[in-house]
């Protein structure tokens, strides 16, 4: 993506959809540990209704408490821990907007009784 040709930066990010929305993705965890990274750089440059949508989608994997989505609790509640502390190194008015969004929704979640952030069951 540094390349200064603009076709190449197309390709490759047409390629990226391609691969995102046809080929099944295989969540391992090292992969998820990477995309979790990649959020931190990635919310300094997108706009804030891109990382309200960000944090909605991982915000409602930490509160949906069926079995289908128990495994991507974990990885999304890093997620947004990742975000939150990178917007609150840039101070900007959009922190505040987002952050208030979050607390809203995660006391909503905490009142109704809702686990956040799950519980490691396993004794290693």
Same mark, same amino acid.
């Given at each position: 993506m540094l390349s200064d040709d603009k076709d190449?930066?197309?390709? #490759?990010?047409?390629d990226l959809i391609y691969d995102l929305q046809n080929e099944p993705i295989k969540l391992d965890d090292d992969i998820q540990n990477q995309a979790v990274k990649c959020l931190r750089p990635l919310v300094c440059k997108i706009k804030e209704e891109q990382i309200e949508i960000i944090c909605d989608t991982l915000c409602s994997y930490c509160t949906n408490m069926s079995q289908d989505a128990e495994k991507f609790r974990n990885i999304s509640s890093t997620g947004l821990k990742? !975000? !939150? #502390?990178s917007l609150a190194s840039t101070n900007s008015e959009?922190?505040?907007d987002i952050s208030k969004k979050l607390m809203q929704r995660l006391l909503t #979640? !905490?009142?109704?009784? !809702?686990?956040i952030i799950p519980t490691?069951?396993?004794n290693r």
């Open positions: 190449f930066r197309l390709m #490759a990010t047409l990742t !975000i !939150i #502390a959009a922190t505040n #979640a !905490i009142q109704q009784g !809702i686990t490691n069951n396993n």
